[in-house]
């Protein structure tokens, strides 16, 4: 089962003052961003991590290709941010997220990282590019070889269509969702028993 948990800003801003000294390494790592925003990205990401896996930072290693896990966890996660929400994914096997805040398309991003036929579905509107965009980027994460996978050598058109892909042995199936001015893609080596729905969590929750 692949859980999505999404964070609004707005909810990160009221984190308190308790919830924030739980996570000393965060706050520390905040403090370094000058953005208010990425400092309640950053600080968000930890209160999530604390609050549904109950993982404190100083027990997250990092592979060699970069991908943040837990040695002790049996289920794996992932964490993505962008604009107005925090999303963190928890699934048994392989997964990645990604969130985007909706822009303008970048037709040079297309032509170096899609594939033919996306370059001709994302063409459409920015909501298809950032759809591809954050599928491709789940992908990448799930799969966990950084920057080592081509974004162009595989095709995710597959995943809109309930089917599954196999990207360097690995199958993963995906699902996009809706957020408000946002494109929110998940991908995991574990079916999708129907339509994923996210779970909005509060400050209030996180206390």
């Known amino acids: 089962m692949t859980q999505i948990f999404v964070l609004p800003l ?15 390494l965060r706050r520390a790592r905040a403090e370094r961003i000058r953005s208010r925003d990425g400092q309640l990205h950053c600080l968000g990401a930890g209160a999530l991590l604390g609050q549904v896996l109950h993982l404190d930072e100083e027990k997250i290693e990092i592979d060699r290709f970069g991908k943040p896990y837990a040695p002790q966890l049996e289920r794996q996660f992932n964490l993505s941010h962008s604009g107005g929400y925090v999303v963190l994914a928890v699934s048994e096997g392989a997964v990645g997220v990604d969130v985007q805040q909706l822009g303008s398309v970048r037709s040079g991003v297309a032509r170096r990282c899609f594939t033919a036929d996306e370059q001709a579905w994302a063409a459409q509107n920015e909501e298809r590019f950032f759809t591809v965009w954050t599928l491709k980027e789940s992908v990448v994460k799930a799969v966990g070889l950084g920057l080592r996978l081509k974004l162009s050598s595989f095709s995710v058109l597959p995943l809109l269509h309930a089917d599954s892909i196999t990207v360097e042995g690995v199958t993963l199936y995906g699902q996009t969702l809706s957020l408000p001015g946002h494109a929110l893609s998940v991908v995991s080596a574990q079916p999708f028993d129907s339509a994923a729905e996210p779970i909005f969590v509060t400050a209030e929750e996180l206390e």
Not at 16 to 24: H, I, M
């Open 10 to 24: 707005t909810e990160a801003k009221k984190l308190s003052e308790a919830v924030l000294a739980r996570f000393p």
